[in-house]
């Protein structure tokens, strides 16, 4: 199984993005998905996390409100949709998927089997 995250990018607090992580190689609705962060110094922290028909998702404190994730089971792909952007948003950004036999979803990253490269965002005040 691979992921692959792309759409982050340099913009300025309350700007808008979306990032895009596409799964190749198992079967995508078998999986759990999740966003997380590193910011600079930092550890690697929980965003975002959706179930496998998509019916359950979860945020981080600091993220809810402007964060929404979603995904498409038929294009395999899950999104982080990132409104009012501020500059502590600061990170790169991974995508992970989680093997689920039941619709649960974790937002601990010991849970997650494989994981994207990483997309970096920088948020400027």
């Known amino acids: 199984v691979q992921l692959q995250a792309s759409g982050g990018g340099l913009v300025q607090a309350g700007d808008s993005l979306r990032l895009s992580c596409g799964l190749s190689?198992?079967?995508?609705?078998?999986?759990?998905l999740g966003w997380f962060r590193q910011a600079p110094g930092k550890e690697r922290e929980f965003v975002a996390a959706?179930?496998?028909?998509?019916?359950?998702?979860e945020y981080a404190d600091s993220v809810k409100g402007r964060f929404t994730i979603s995904r498409d089971n038929a294009k395999r792909r899950v999104y982080l949709q990132m409104n009012s952007l501020k500059p502590e948003d600061t990170a790169v950004y991974y995508c992970a998927a989680d093997r689920v036999i039941m619709t649960v979803l974790s937002i601990d990253e010991a849970q997650y089997d494989y994981w994207g490269q990483g997309t970096l965002v920088t948020v400027s005040s």
């Open positions: 190689g198992g079967t995508f609705n078998y999986y759990a």
């Open positions: 959706i179930n496998r028909s998509g019916g359950w998702t």
